[in-house]
């Protein structure tokens, strides 16, 4: 029972991790190669403009870094990126809210 009730602790907290949420301004280098689609020259990129100046929302996200597009942007959203605490919107509104 002991052993079962584990593997169920484990299991919760593996999946939490999986869903953890990720704010950009805020991302470290580890935490930025830890998502699929972004390689250590992404990571170098958004970590070289955020110490410009904070990402102020998604669109401002693609419009500095090159390789971020809609698709990528949808992609690192749906692994728990967020800017500004907003997950992604194909308009790039700014007014959405974050997923809980």
């Known amino acids: 029972m002991i052993l079962r009730t584990t593997a169920v602790l484990v299991s919760s907290l593996l999946v939490g991790a999986c869903w953890a949420q990720v704010e950009l301004n805020q991302a470290t280098e580890v935490d930025l190669d830890g998502l699929r689609g972004v390689g250590p020259s992404l990571t170098r990129q958004v970590l070289s403009e955020r110490q ?22 949808a992609s690192l959203s749906d692994q728990g990126l967020r800017v500004q605490g907003l997950i992604y919107t194909p308009s790039g509104s700014s007014s959405a809210h974050a997923k809980p």
Do not use: M, N, V
């Open 52 to 73: 410009k100046r904070a990402f102020e929302s998604w669109a401002d996200l693609q419009q500095r870094i090159k390789g971020i597009g809609p698709k990528k942007a």
